[in-house]
């Protein structure tokens, strides 16, 4: 699985929207860009993921730049209980795929009021 | 999603002791589990991939006579740390792919050596 670079914390007020970058330099065409975070104490939860489109759920959206070497994760209207380390990971999806997951450092957000 | 459960939540043992810990996975098969430690303040580090009705592979660095992988069904995997000491003392976390090979994690168990 490709590295990826993420900044190490970032701060984001209350109701605001939180910006996470993850710089993924040298993702192979067959590598998704997933996002995970994990609250304090508990087990990574899954965000969302994308290939080369921008991709919106219900807990945020991902923008993958054009040639698919960074990608934002963006919480629009981020509250208190999105203080959590962001995980940007890059892999190859599908059954056939190797399954387990490589984590780097994360981002550290935290939401203040 | 598919839901990962994990037990204990919670451990605290004396030195030396043996602690068990589970892994199911609630509404989905897996062949294939992952267990992960994570010390405070780093992230997680992959420490053994258990596989059902085969022996379990392990990270570089991680001692399997000390820590005992069994995949005993589908929906089972246990780890097992064998006379534990408090550098033991970490979070351990699991994983089970489903059939599309999402990854689904479980809660942790917070793991205290004394």
């Known amino acids: 699985d490709a590295k990826t670079t993420q900044p190490t914390s970032m701060d984001c007020a209350e109701g605001r929207a939180a910006n996470l970058p993850c710089n993924h330099s040298?993702?192979?065409?067959?590598?998704?860009v997933y996002w995970y975070r994990q609250i304090h104490s508990q087990g990574p939860q899954y965000i969302i993921h994308?290939?080369?489109n921008n991709e919106t759920n219900e807990m945020a959206s991902l923008i993958i730049t054009e040639d698919r070497k960074s990608s934002t994760l963006i919480l629009p209207h981020a509250t208190l209980r999105d203080t959590a380390v962001y995980y940007c990971i890059v892999r190859v999806a599908g059954a056939n795929a190797g399954n387990m997951l490589t984590f780097g450092g994360g981002t550290r957000l935290m939401v203040k009021p | 999603g598919a839901v990962v459960s994990q037990h204990p939540s919670r451990v605290i043992c004396k030195s030396g002791t043996s602690v068990k810990i589970e892994c199911r996975s609630l509404d989905f098969q897996a062949t294939t589990m992952f267990w992960y430690r994570q010390f405070p303040k780093q992230s997680l580090m992959l420490m053994a991939t258990s596989n059902e009705g085969s022996k379990a592979t392990y990270e570089q660095g991680v001692e399997k006579d000390k820590f005992l992988i069994n995949h005993a069904s589908l929906t089972l995997s246990t780890l097992t740390v064998t006379s534990a000491h408090p550098e033991d003392s970490s979070f351990y976390i699991c994983?089970?792919?489903?059939?599309?090979?999402?990854?689904?994690f479980g809660p942790g168990t917070r793991l205290t050596v004394l």
């Open positions: 994983s089970a792919p489903d059939s599309l090979n999402e990854q689904f």
């Open positions: 040298t993702i192979s065409g067959n590598e998704y």
């Open positions: 994308g290939l080369k």
